[in-house]
């Protein structure tokens, strides 16, 4: 199981960015995904996650309306579209499987099931 992130990077507050993730070694078609961030210092948060279909997405409260979240079966990739963002959204983003849809409860998944992560830094 591969899931390499890439398209973090430094904006300026009220930037936008788009992260991907490109999944090989399980069936991307057939899995629930979630993006997850992390800050050094504190616990994992969950962002948002997306049905194996890609006609149910959900978000945190935190970024909800400003982020969102798709997929490409075709190219088992997932994406992050992020937009007008904050410094408060500076962390190093992952995406993970979620097997066990531990999003219904607005949880992570076991940081076994997530990528190597990308930084994105907002400055304000």
């Known amino acids: 199981v591969q899931l390499v992130e890439s398209g973090g990077g430094m904006v300026q507050a009220g930037g936008s960015l788009r992260l991907s993730c490109v999944a090989s070694g399980f069936p991307f078609s057939d899995s629930d995904m979630v993006w997850v961030r992390r800050v050094p210092g504190k616990g994992p948060e969950w962002v948002s996650a997306?049905?194996?279909?890609?006609?149910?997405?959900y978000y945190a409260d935190s970024v909800n309306y400003r982020f969102t979240i798709s997929r490409d079966n075709a190219k088992n990739t997932l994406y992050l579209q992020m937009n007008k963002l904050k410094p408060d959204d500076t962390a190093l983003y992952y995406c993970?499987?979620?097997?066990?849809?531990?999003?219904?409860?607005?949880?992570?998944?076991?940081?076994?099931?997530w990528g190597q992560g990308t930084q994105v830094t907002v400055s304000s």
């Open positions: 997306i049905n194996p279909g890609g006609d149910g997405t």
């Open positions: 993970a499987r979620d097997p066990d849809k531990y999003y219904g409860d607005y949880k992570v998944p076991p940081d076994d099931y």
